[in-house]
C-alpha cells in the first residue's frame, strides 16, 4: 500500500491520510483521510485515489491526519495488545485485559467480558478546558443489557467524566472542580448487540448526549464562569472504572477524544463516514477503466485474483475438458470432411461400373493403410487418398468382394460359377458386421462430447456452489455482511459456472453438427450395401 495517494478536488494537493487495516481475505482497505473542508449542502466534489506504483515511497501521516483540536484517538488494531494513539499525541494505553477481535464496526475492534477494562493514563493532552470543551465519542455494541456499566471514565482529583448504560438507557455525568454534579438524562436509546455511534459533548453551556447522530439528552448548565480554568483531566478508563464496579460487556471501536466541543453537524458527518455503508462518498469507475481503458480486463483481474483453490481445480478441469472436446471436435471435422470427399469419389467410380465387373474397383490394403486402420483422424490427416482409403463404403465395398473370392476362388470375374442363396446371405450379414464397424469408426470420441455436454455445466455449478459456500462462511465467521465482501468471491465462484458452459456449448453445437454429417454417412452406407447385394447376385448368382 505505499503507493497509495489521495489529492484533493484540484488533483494537486495531496492530502493527510493513513491506512486503519487492510484486510487481504476480503479486500479491504480502511483509510482515513484528512479533508481540510468540506462544505454544506454541496452534492459534488472530488477526493482523487492513486495507485499502482510498486516503486511509490509510502505516504501515510498518521499524526497529520488529525485536526490541532484532537486529543486521542484508538483504532484498535489487530496485533496491538495495548491500544496505541493514533495522533500526534501518543496517549498510548498503558494497561489492557480487553481482547482485540477482528471484526467491528471499522475493521478490528475491543470487546469486553467481565471485569476487562482498558487504561490510558493521565495526559496534558487528555485535560478539559471551559473555554474550548471536549467531545468523546465511539461506535458501542452491547453485548447485552447493562447493570450500570461505564464505558467511558476519566477521573481527576476532584473531577469525574462518565458515559454509562443502565439497561438500554445511556447517559453522561460530569462532576466539576467546585464538586458540582450535573448529569444528563437517562435516554432508552441504545440497542443490544447492534453497532451504534455515542458522541457526548461537554459545552461551556451545555452537556449533551448523541446516538447515531441524534441528540437524545442533554443537561444545561453555566460549566465555568472563567473560560480559563479546567474542567476536568486524569486516566481515562475504558468499558470500566478504576475500582472496577462498573463492568461494561460488548465491543467498543473507534474511540475518539477531542479538546472540542464539536457540532452535531460534525457528529452526523462522522456517523454517515465511518463504517461499511459509507453515505457521503460514491466511488466512481476508474480513469484507466473507463471506456477503451481496460475496464474488462480489470473485472478479469478481480475475479481471478478472488479464485480460491477449489475454484482453481474446477476451472482447470474444465479448461482440460475443453480443450479435449476441441480437439475431438477439430479431428472428426478433418475425417468427416475427408469420409465424405472418398465416399463421393468412390460412388462415382462405382456406378460408373455400369454392368461390369463389381470387383473391378477393389484392391488389396497397403501397409500404411493397415496402420492407420484403428487412427481414422490420423488417417485423415496423414494418411494416403489416392484408393478412397477414408470412405467407409469403400470399406463396405472391399469386405464385400473379400467375402465373394472367399467363396469364388479364381472365378472371380469369370462368371464360371455361381453364389447360392445361402452365399449372397451370408456376404450381407458380413456387410452388415462391417457397417457396424463403420458407425463405431465414425462415432469413436464423440463421448467425449456429451460428457462435455452434460457434465461441464454440473461441475461448473459444482464449483459455484463451494465458492459461495466459502463466500459465506467466511462472512459468519467474520460477521461482516456488505457487498464488497461478497460481490468478489460470489464473482470468482460464478466463474466456474460460466467456464463450464463455455465447454457445454461448444461441444453442443459441434456434437450435433457431426452426428448430422455421421448420419448421413450412415444412410448412404446402408443404401449402398442394399444396392450392391443386389448387383452381387445379379452378376456372381447361380446361373
Given at each position: 500500500?505505499?503507493?497509495?495517494?489521495?489529492?484533493?478536488?484540484?488533483?494537486?494537493?495531496?492530502?493527510?491520510?493513513?491506512?486503519?487495516?487492510?484486510?487481504?481475505?476480503?479486500?479491504?482497505?480502511?483509510?482515513?483521510?484528512?479533508?481540510?473542508?468540506?462544505?454544506?449542502?454541496?452534492?459534488?466534489?472530488?477526493?482523487?485515489?492513486?495507485?499502482?506504483?510498486?516503486?511509490?515511497?509510502?505516504?501515510?501521516?498518521?499524526?497529520?491526519s488529525?485536526?490541532?483540536?484532537?486529543?486521542?484517538?484508538?483504532?484498535?488494531?489487530?496485533?496491538?495488545?495495548?491500544?496505541?494513539?493514533?495522533?500526534?499525541?501518543?496517549?498510548?494505553?498503558?494497561?489492557?485485559?480487553?481482547?482485540?477481535?477482528?471484526?467491528?464496526?471499522?475493521?478490528?475492534?475491543?470487546?469486553?467480558?467481565?471485569?476487562?477494562?482498558?487504561?490510558?493514563?493521565?495526559?496534558?493532552?487528555?485535560?478539559?478546558?471551559?473555554?474550548?470543551?471536549?467531545?468523546?465519542?465511539?461506535?458501542?455494541?452491547?453485548?447485552?443489557?447493562?447493570?450500570d456499566?461505564?464505558?467511558?471514565?476519566?477521573?481527576?482529583?476532584?473531577?469525574?467524566?462518565?458515559?454509562?448504560?443502565?439497561?438500554?438507557?445511556?447517559?453522561?455525568?460530569?462532576?466539576l472542580?467546585?464538586?458540582?454534579?450535573?448529569?444528563?438524562?437517562?435516554?432508552?436509546?441504545?440497542?443490544?448487540?447492534?453497532?451504534?455511534?455515542?458522541?457526548?459533548?461537554?459545552?461551556?453551556?451545555?452537556?449533551?448526549?448523541?446516538?447515531?447522530?441524534?441528540?437524545?439528552a442533554?443537561?444545561?448548565?453555566?460549566?465555568?464562569?472563567?473560560?480559563?480554568?479546567?474542567?476536568?483531566?486524569?486516566?481515562?478508563?475504558?468499558?470500566?472504572?478504576?475500582?472496577?464496579?462498573?463492568?461494561?460487556?460488548?465491543?467498543?471501536?473507534?474511540?475518539?477524544?477531542?479538546?472540542?466541543?464539536?457540532?452535531?453537524?460534525?457528529?452526523?458527518?462522522?456517523?454517515?463516514?465511518q463504517?461499511?455503508?459509507?453515505?457521503?462518498?460514491?466511488?466512481?469507475?476508474?480513469?484507466?477503466?473507463?471506456?477503451?481503458?481496460?475496464?474488462?480486463?480489470?473485472?478479469?483481474?478481480?475475479?481471478?485474483?478472488?479464485q480460491?483453490?477449489?475454484?482453481?481445480?474446477?476451472?482447470?478441469?474444465?479448461?482440460?475438458m475443453?480443450?479435449?472436446?476441441?480437439?475431438?471436435?477439430?479431428?472428426?471435422?478433418?475425417?468427416?470432411?475427408?469420409?465424405?470427399?472418398?465416399?463421393?469419389?468412390?460412388l462415382?467410380?462405382?456406378?460408373?461400373?455400369?454392368?461390369?465387373?463389381?470387383?473391378?474397383?477393389d484392391?488389396?490394403?497397403?501397409?500404411?493403410?493397415?496402420?492407420?486402420?484403428?487412427?481414422?483422424?490420423?488417417?485423415?490427416?496423414?494418411?494416403?487418398?489416392?484408393?478412397?482409403?477414408?470412405?467407409?463404403?469403400?470399406?463396405?465395398?472391399?469386405?464385400?468382394?473379400?467375402?465373394?473370392?472367399?467363396?469364388?476362388?479364381?472365378?472371380?470375374?469369370?462368371?464360371?460359377?455361381?453364389?447360392?442363396?445361402?452365399?449372397?446371405?451370408?456376404?450381407?450379414?458380413?456387410?452388415?458386421?462391417?457397417?457396424?464397424?463403420?458407425?463405431?469408426?465414425?462415432?469413436?470420441?464423440?463421448?467425449?462430447?456429451?460428457?462435455?455436454?452434460?457434465?461441464?455445466?454440473?461441475?461448473?455449478?459444482?464449483?459455484?456452489?463451494?465458492?459461495?459456500?466459502?463466500?459465506?462462511?467466511?462472512?459468519?465467521?467474520?460477521?461482516?455482511?456488505?457487498?464488497?465482501?461478497?460481490?468478489?468471491?460470489?464473482?470468482?465462484?460464478?466463474?466456474?459456472?460460466?467456464?463450464?458452459?463455455?465447454v457445454?456449448?461448444?461441444?453442443?453445437?459441434?456434437?450435433?453438427?457431426?452426428?448430422s454429417?455421421?448420419?448421413?454417412?450412415?444412410?448412404?452406407?446402408?443404401?449402398?450395401?442394399?444396392?450392391?447385394?443386389?448387383?452381387?447376385?445379379?452378376?456372381?448368382?447361380?446361373?
Amino acid at each position: 500500500l505505499s503507493d497509495l495517494r489521495f489529492i484533493a478536488d484540484d488533483d494537486k494537493t495531496p492530502l493527510k491520510f493513513h491506512i486503519d487495516a487492510f484486510d487481504i481475505v476480503n479486500q479491504f482497505v480502511y483509510a482515513w483521510v484528512r479533508i481540510p473542508q468540506l462544505a454544506a449542502n454541496v452534492n459534488s466534489g472530488r477526493i482523487w485515489m492513486y495507485y499502482g506504483n510498486a516503486e511509490a515511497p509510502s505516504a501515510q501521516d498518521r499524526a497529520g491526519s488529525y485536526d490541532i483540536n484532537t486529543s486521542a484517538v484508538y483504532h484498535f488494531k489487530t496485533g496491538e495488545a495495548v491500544p496505541q494513539d493514533a495522533s500526534t499525541n501518543k496517549a498510548n494505553a498503558g494497561a489492557a485485559t480487553a481482547t482485540i477481535t477482528s471484526t467491528a464496526q471499522i475493521a478490528a475492534g475491543l470487546k469486553f467480558d467481565n471485569g476487562q477494562s482498558v487504561t490510558i493514563a493521565e495526559s496534558p493532552a487528555l485535560t478539559t478546558t471551559a473555554a474550548q470543551g471536549a467531545t468523546i465519542s465511539f461506535w458501542v455494541k452491547p453485548g447485552a443489557l447493562q447493570t450500570d456499566a461505564w464505558v467511558f471514565d476519566q477521573h481527576g482529583a476532584n473531577t469525574e467524566f462518565v458515559i454509562g448504560i443502565e439497561q438500554n438507557n445511556i447517559y453522561a455525568r460530569l462532576k466539576l472542580p467546585n464538586g458540582r454534579v450535573v448529569e444528563t438524562n437517562k435516554s432508552p436509546s441504545i440497542r443490544a448487540n447492534e453497532w451504534q455511534h455515542v458522541a457526548v459533548v461537554l459545552a461551556p453551556t451545555k452537556l449533551s448526549v448523541f446516538v447515531d447522530g441524534k441528540e437524545i439528552a442533554n443537561a444545561a448548565e453555566q460549566l465555568q464562569a472563567s473560560n480559563d480554568s479546567s474542567m476536568g483531566g486524569g486516566a481515562v478508563v475504558l468499558g470500566n472504572d478504576a475500582q472496577g464496579a462498573h463492568s461494561f460487556i460488548g465491543e467498543l471501536d473507534e474511540v475518539r477524544i477531542d479538546h472540542v466541543a464539536r457540532s452535531a453537524a460534525w457528529i452526523a458527518l462522522a456517523v454517515e463516514n465511518q463504517g461499511i455503508e459509507n453515505k457521503l462518498l460514491r466511488v466512481q469507475q476508474a480513469e484507466q477503466l473507463g471506456s477503451g481503458g481496460g475496464g474488462g480486463s480489470a473485472f478479469w483481474k478481480v475475479i481471478i485474483g478472488s479464485q480460491d483453490t477449489a475454484g482453481w481445480v474446477v476451472i482447470i478441469s474444465l479448461a482440460i475438458m475443453g480443450l479435449i472436446n476441441w480437439g475431438v471436435m477439430i479431428g472428426k471435422a478433418f475425417y468427416i470432411r475427408s469420409v465424405n470427399k472418398d465416399n463421393v469419389q468412390f460412388l462415382i467410380q462405382y456406378r460408373s461400373l455400369s454392368g461390369r465387373d463389381p470387383a473391378l474397383l477393389d484392391r488389396d490394403d497397403s501397409e500404411e493403410d493397415r496402420e492407420l486402420e484403428n487412427s481414422p483422424v490420423a488417417q485423415a490427416l496423414f494418411g494416403s487418398h489416392d484408393h478412397f482409403q477414408s470412405s467407409p463404403i469403400y470399406r463396405v465395398y472391399h469386405r464385400g468382394i473379400q467375402e465373394t473370392r472367399s467363396r469364388l476362388g479364381a472365378s472371380v470375374g469369370a462368371r464360371a460359377a455361381g453364389l447360392t442363396q445361402g452365399a449372397i446371405a451370408a456376404i450381407r450379414a458380413t456387410l452388415d458386421t462391417q457397417m457396424v464397424m463403420e458407425q463405431q469408426r465414425l462415432n469413436s470420441k464423440l463421448v467425449l462430447l456429451t460428457i462435455g455436454i452434460a457434465g461441464g455445466p454440473f461441475i461448473g455449478l459444482l464449483g459455484t456452489v463451494i465458492g459461495v459456500m466459502i463466500v459465506f462462511a467466511a462472512i459468519a465467521a467474520s460477521g461482516d455482511v456488505n457487498i464488497a465482501a461478497i460481490a468478489p468471491g460470489v464473482a470468482a465462484a460464478l466463474a466456474a459456472t460460466v467456464m463450464g458452459l463455455t465447454v457445454a456449448i461448444p461441444s453442443l453445437f459441434g456434437y450435433n453438427y457431426l452426428m448430422s454429417q455421421i448420419k448421413m454417412s450412415i444412410a448412404d452406407m446402408q443404401v449402398f450395401a442394399d444396392e450392391f447385394t443386389t448387383r452381387l447376385a445379379e452378376y456372381y448368382g447361380d446361373k
